[in-house]
Nanobody
Framework: QVQLVESGGGSVQAGGSMRLSCAAS????????VGWLRQAPGKERETVAR???????YYADSVKGRFTISRDNAKNTLFLQMDSLKPEDTAMYFC??????????????YGQGTQVTVST
């Protein structure tokens, strides 16, 4: 059974930084497409960043140059480093994973989410 558990959310002022982590059990991050999604109140869930088993990366336009996705294969942990945070980054952030090596549009597994709140 696949379990993804996020940590690292909280509150920060605009311009600040935060790093999210995601630990997995029953799943190997290095073997498949993995990523981070977010959902703000009243909005659809969107993919923030993802990368394939082969390292092909994608970032949403709204976070390019500010967010960095990475993984520690030895610890089987996925990270999202968020810098220069803006109030519009406020959302529930989800770690997500697929059953494919190259990324597709749908996700097979989600964590429970961690709230990120950016204040002015």
């Amino acid at each position: 059974q696949v379990q993804l558990v996020e940590s690292g959310g909280g509150s920060v002022q605009a311009g600040g930084s935060m790093r999210l982590s995601c630990a997995a059990s029953g799943y190997t991050f290095s073997a498949y497409c993995v990523g981070w999604l977010r959902q703000a109140p009243g909005k659809e869930r969107e993919t923030v960043a993802r990368f394939s088993r082969y390292g092909n990366m994608y970032y949403a336009d709204s976070v390019k140059g500010r967010f960095t996705i990475s993984r520690d294969n030895a610890k089987n942990t996925l990270f999202l480093q968020m810098d220069s945070l803006k109030p519009e980054d406020t959302a529930m952030y989800f770690c997500a994973a697929q059953s494919y090596t190259m990324c597709r549009t749908t996700w097979d597994y989600y964590g429970q989410g961690t709230q990120v709140t950016v204040s002015t």
